[in-house]
């Protein structure tokens, strides 16, 4: 099954950049079945909300109270037929808001792995992948660990099924050479388009962590992506969280550098920055329905990953990008599509370890309750990907 040529996309393009970069353009706000929607003017095509939340808002705003009960999810029934569970015939609903980061379910419906394995999907388009999971949606969808963490710990009920890939942004400052470190950035402000507790802010605290650098040792402000780079240019901003996407055709003139990276540093490159989330009840009563759609996107993940190219051209075909195409390419190959979900399990135990210690989440929550309550393969290990 595969509607996605049912109905032509315009996309209306801002910018020239894609992957993770945020384009600013008017697009449908209505569910389009089967169809994958455009980039929403609010977010990056990361999947990024650029004008998110504070994630500790989110509970309120869901109408979730912390449900102590979520680990029933790993004890749903998964013997039986998918064809008995009560949502088998409906769409899986995914909700996406823009971009090649967050594409894999696409390709997946294009390829089509979603049909041979009995399911059908329908793309909604949202302002908050986040709130579409809390607030019943959306069934599933792909966003940042960084930014789903703090409201899941909260409250919305979300579970973890994979990863999705590596990499993806990184710690910029203008190549002038007067900052040339995170220590160059102290008692300076750095800009992110996301708002102060997103996961832009979460990714800065973690990389001046990393380099024994306090967060309020740092200033950090909210700037409109398309203006972050003028921002850093007139003295406003010192350094600035962005996609390597957006980032590159200005580190390629020289106007700016990376100084730290999910994607490419040590300490980050191996981790899972994007996570393949569904929502807890529809695991609960669908678990055969679930872990048919989390095997999907991964196997199409794991494809994309020995595949860049050919990835790249569907997200292209179908208008899901737009740009340089090598540069998406280029992109898209350095990260790790086939991130393991042992990495992934390890990088969510590491990330709530950190969020605690900084602060950024209020818990008492062991990393290892997090890891029982809230991730779930679904049966699936990573022998089984194909």
């Not at 203008?174 to 750095?190: A, S, Y």
Request: with cysteine; charged share 30%.
């Amino acid at each position: 099954m595969n509607n996605f040529k049912k109905v032509a996309l315009t996309l209306a393009m801002a910018l020239s950049f894609t992957a993770c970069v945020n384009d600013n353009q008017e697009s449908k706000k209505e569910d389009t079945k089967a169809e994958m929607p455009a980039g929403d003017p609010k977010t990056d095509t990361s999947g990024e909300n650029v004008n998110e939340k504070d994630p500790n808002t989110v509970k309120e705003e869901t109408g979730k109270e912390a449900n102590d009960n979520k680990d029933e999810t790993k004890e749903a029934e998964t013997t039986g037929k998918m064809e008995d569970e009560p949502h088998y015939g409906k769409p899986i609903k995914v909700a996406y808001n823009g971009g090649v980061c967050t594409g894999a379910p696409g390709i997946a419906s294009v390829r089509g792995e979603f049909e041979k394995r009995g399911l059908e999907v329908e793309f909604i388009n949202v302002e908050s992948d986040v709130d579409s999971i809390g607030t019943h949606t959306a069934d599933a969808t792909i966003g940042h660990i960084a930014k789903f963490v703090p409201p899941t710990v909260n409250g919305v009920d979300a579970v973890f099924a994979s990863g999705a890939h590596t990499g993806c942004k990184s710690l910029y400052v203008l190549d002038n050479g007067e900052i040339n470190d995170t220590e160059g950035l102290k008692d300076k402000t750095v800009g992110f388009p996301g708002s102060i507790g997103s996961a832009d802010h979460n990714i800065a605290i973690r990389f001046f962590n990393n380099d024994g650098i306090k967060p309020d040792e740092v200033k950090y402000k909210q700037v409109e992506n398309s203006a972050i780079v003028q921002s850093m240019e007139n003295g406003e901003l010192a350094g600035a969280i962005l996609s390597d996407e957006f980032a590159s055709k200005f580190v390629e003139d020289g106007t700016i550098k990376r100084i730290r990276s999910l994607s490419f540093d040590d300490d980050f490159k191996n981790e899972a920055c994007c996570i393949n989330a569904l929502n807890g009840d529809f695991v609960r009563e669908n678990p055969l329905m679930a872990k048919a759609y989390n095997e999907a996107v991964l196997s199409t993940q794991k494809w994309i990953e020995d595949n860049v190219e050919e990835a790249a051209q569907i997200l292209f075909d179908n208008n899901w990008a737009t740009g340089d195409f090598d540069t998406v390419v280029e992109m898209m190959d350095s990260y790790n599509w086939a991130v393991t979900l042992d990495d992934t399990e390890s990088t969510l135990k590491t990330v709530i370890e950190d969020y605690k210690n900084l602060g950024i989440i209020d818990s008492d929550m062991t990393k290892e309750d997090f890891i029982k309550t809230y991730w779930n393969s679904l049966g699936l290990k990573d022998s089984d990907i194909k």
